[in-house]
């Protein structure tokens, strides 16, 4: 299957990133030489505009538009093509001045100052006024234009909201999603501590000086916050759409572990799903962790719509925001855009284009850095990888990436973990388990997709749950068909023990909780200190415990392995249980990397993978279809030394042409790209 164009108007592997000339308009002789860097680089795209609007609109209703009409000719003649930005991200001054209401809430009851970026109400209806205004004149100005290839909408959308407008939508959104206050009160279990609401006007957000025992409260204020950014962004996406609705709309999203928005619902009206990834390299003697953590994100992106995406923005080398802003050594950079590629991404744009000379931002490195030089080494590796991209769209561009396997990442589940007080309120650890889950399948080439618990379960060969304490209404069933009709399911620890309002399933043995599927019930979980291990023997090899420990009675399934002390000695901790014509596996305790690296394998036996080989620490298989449904291999090495690998076939170099067989060596950092 040949996937469509991201960007129709320019079907091509997207190089280039965000480009600022607002704060160089001063600097003509700048400008003029940023596009002959810009090409020098092999940039074809640009993303303009994105917190622009103090230059657009310097004052309410006076628009200067010129000097971007002037950049995009300039651009366009110079055959490079623009991501428009809408503006919202970062209001001007004279808004909030003149509306106090724009300015967001914060958790303390605290109306902010103008300062930063995204500190704007959602709901304020001023605010949507004035985007609307703004948009609407950026679009009847450009969005024909034949540079314009994609709109931008606004910039990272995060953040939450406390005010009275947002207070009052909160209570209407509850009003229509309960529909009386019997159920609501049932629903949070709000007669606990004499919290019962007798008026609506009595319910209040999750904030610091009020509510934080109702953890259904906490559930629902988190998913009106995603209603209510997502109708944010559609007012914005309608805006421009009805101007020209043949330009696809995206907006950045940022890596899993943020997640103070469910992305599987703010993706649903973007044309084109784009996140900005800033892996944190180099922290270690591997860099194996920080390439899962981009490599799980790149798959989440790609799940979203089931098809490839942007990598809206990375940083040539260095961010200014960490507590210490590492350099990408030699290689890593090419290594990093190969495994973008390799999980799905038509891109590499960068924050930024040219460095900032001023403010916090400047020490952010850039493609064109304060120098205003081509002799950098940043540079360098930037045109090397601008001739990359070139090289790989003819071979990679349009192709698919198939997956069976799905790793269940569900938002919701998160949100509630953070806030559930116990069984250990020092952390759960709950992406550790997603990662340790991830590993095998990552490294070995088994295209999975991250998706959540409304996802279509029924074109997969293996649906794993690591720590899904909250089950979304209907999952259970969906899941019971899965295993029926021959999946593989994987639980883990805490899993099934609530449902969508945090109200835990009564009973021992019940549907709700899967307990026929997977053929046992839990009786308790021990929570272990920090330091403290219990362990298993599975498959002749002993593993350390650590975290949780459930204790399970079997109604149907077999043990596998049990725990070796504690009071529950003997009991299982490993199971398996054979439910219509699949299997159900579950995991009661934290396991250590090493025994899901070894039970991966066995039940993923027979599953299709990169290539059949045995991978090396640090080595990474990955790979995507062709419409005539060949692969395209990427084995990547974030190993900080040399790793061999011998090839289960004669394959073709991309880059060389050359054939390839049997064993071959790559340096640290370093990568192929085989052809089958």
Sequence with gaps: MKDTALTPKFPQMLHGGDYNPEQWKDYPEVLRRDIELMREAHINCVSLGIFSWADLEPEEGKFTFEWLDDVIENLWQAGIRVILATPSGARPHWLAQKYEEVLRVDTNGVRQHFGHRHNHCYTSPIYRKYI???????????????????WHISNEFGGECFCPLCQDAFRTFLQEKYGTLDK???????????????????????????????H?????????????????????????????????????????????LNYYELSKPLDVISWDAYPEWHIGWSDTYPAIVASITHDMMRSLKHRSFLLMENTPSTTNWRGISKHKKPGMHELSLVNAVAHGSDSCL?????????????????????????????????????????????????TTSPAKAALVHDVENKWILDVIQGPRN???????????CYHYLWQNGITTDVVDQKADFSGYDLVILPMQYLFQDGVQYKLRVFVQNGGTLVTT???????????CFLGEDTPEKLSDVLGFWVEEVDALYDGEKNSMVWDGKSYDLTELCEVLH????QAEATYTSDYYQGMPVVTCNAFGKGKAYHVAAGAPQEFYDAFLARITDGMERAMDTAVPDGVSLSWREDAQGKKLIFVQNFANGERSLTLDQTYTDLLTGEAVSGDICLGAFGYRILQA
């Design 132 to 150: 609307r205004i703004i948009d609407q004149k950026l679009a009847e100005r450009y969005a024909s234009h034949p540079a314009v290839i994609l």
């Design 184 to 214: 609501l009160n049932h629903d949070w279990w709000a007669h606990f501590w004499s919290h019962t609401y007798t008026d609506w006007s009595q319910i209040e957000p999750p904030m610091h000086i009020g509510e934080g025992s109702i």
């Design 216 to 260: 259904g409260l906490s559930l629902d204020w988190k998913r009106f916050v995603t209603k209510q950014t997502t109708d944010f962004m559609k007012w914005e996406i309608d805006t421009v759409k009805a101007v020209n609705p043949d330009i696809p709309v995206t907006a950045n999203f940022m890596e899993i572990y943020v997640y103070g």
């Design 350 to 398: 960068y924050f930024q284009i040219r460095q900032s000379r001023g403010s916090c931002e400047k020490f952010h490195s850039a493609v064109i850095s304060h120098t205003g030089t081509s002799n950098t080494r940043v540079f360098r590796e930037v045109t090397k990888a601008g001739s990359l991209l070139e090289t790989l769209t003819p071979a990679v561009y349009g």
């Design 426 to 436: 020092d952390g759960l650890d709950y992406f550790g388990t997603l990662f340790r």
């Design 493 to 503: 620890a805490f899993t099934g023990v609530v449902d969508s309002h945090d109200l």
């Design 554 to 557: 079997l109604t149907s399934a």
